[in-house]
T-cell receptor, first 111, second 115 residues
Framework: GQQLNQSPQSMFIQEGEDVSMNCTSSSIFNTWLWYKQDPGEGPVLLIALYKAGELTSNGRLTAQFGITRKDSFLNISASIPSDVGIYFC???????????FGEGTQLTVNP | GAVVSQHPSRVICKSGTSVKIECRSL??????MFWYRQFPKQSLMLMAT?????????EQGVEKDKFLINHASLTLSTLTVTSAHPEDSSFYIC???????????FGSGTQLSVL
C-alpha cells in the first residue's frame, strides 16, 4: 500500500525554539492532514490542507501542502512544554476515504 | 469540531474472553467508520473500514472472524475482539467521517490488555 515517510522520527528541543517536520509520499494525495497524539489518547486534528501549494496556520502552527501533492511540512514556532507529543501526518485520496499515516514525530520540549 | 466518542477507554480481560468496543459519532451521521490498531511508539495501522448497513472491509492480514465489526446505524460502530489473547493487547482507535467531509475525527482510543 501507500507509504508516507515522516521525518524526523524524534526531536528534543528547548522551549522557545521553532520546530519543523515533514512528510513525503510516493503517491499523490488530495488532502494532507496533521494530527497530534498525546499518550493514551486518540489523534487530534491540527491542520487540514486541501490544495497544492496551500499554506495554512493555526496559532503557532503552520503547514503547507506541497506543489507536487506528494509532500507536506508542519512548523511549530516558539515551542512550549505542552507541545510535547507525537505528531502524525496523514494523506487522503478522496473525501471521507481512508487515511495513510506517517510514522510519527515524537517531540520533546525541555523547559 | 465533530465529536467521536469511544468506550471503554481501558479494558483488562482474561485470555479467551471477548471484548466489545463502541464508537459513536455524537453530533453527525457517520457514513464511514474506520478502526485502527496502534502498538507502543508506532503509527496507526488501519484494520478495517465499515460503512453503515454493509459488511466491513478488512485490511490484508486482519482476521475478520477475530475482529468483528458492526456498523448498524449512522452513529454507532462496534469492534468485538473475540477470544482475545495476550498478543491482541494494543491501543484500538476508531475514526468517523461523513461522505462530504475531507476530515476524519478520532475517538479517544481503547487500551486493551489481555492477561
Amino acid at each position: 500500500g501507500q507509504q508516507l515517510n515522516q521525518s524526523p522520527q524524534s526531536m528534543f528541543i528547548q522551549e522557545g525554539e521553532d520546530v519543523s517536520m515533514n512528510c513525503t509520499s510516493s503517491s499523490i494525495f488530495n488532502t494532507w492532514l496533521w494530527y497530534k497524539q498525546d499518550p493514551g489518547e486518540g489523534p487530534v486534528l491540527l491542520i487540514a490542507l486541501y490544495k497544492a501549494g496551500e499554506l495554512t496556520s493555526n496559532g503557532r502552527l503552520t503547514a503547507q501542502f506541497g506543489i507536487t501533492r506528494k509532500d507536506s511540512f508542519l512548523n511549530i514556532s516558539a515551542s512550549i512544554p505542552s507541545d510535547v507529543g507525537i505528531y502524525f501526518c496523514a494523506g487522503q485520496g478522496t473525501s471521507g476515504s481512508r487515511l495513510t499515516f506517517g510514522e510519527g514525530t515524537q517531540l520533546t520540549v525541555n523547559p | 469540531g465533530a465529536v467521536v466518542s469511544q468506550h471503554p477507554s481501558r479494558v483488562i480481560c482474561k485470555s479467551g474472553t471477548s471484548v466489545k468496543i463502541e464508537c459513536r459519532s455524537l453530533d453527525f451521521q457517520a457514513t464511514t467508520m474506520f478502526w485502527y490498531r496502534q502498538f507502543p511508539k508506532q503509527s496507526l495501522m488501519l484494520m478495517a473500514t465499515s460503512n453503515e448497513g454493509s459488511k466491513a472491509t478488512y485490511e490484508q492480514g486482519v482476521e475478520k472472524d477475530k475482529f468483528l465489526i458492526n456498523h448498524a446505524s449512522l452513529t454507532l460502530s462496534t469492534l468485538t475482539v473475540t477470544s482475545a489473547h495476550p498478543e491482541d493487547s494494543s491501543f484500538y482507535i476508531c475514526s468517523a467521517s461523513r461522505v462530504d467531509w475531507e476530515k476524519l475525527f478520532f475517538g479517544s482510543g481503547t487500551q486493551l490488555s489481555v492477561l
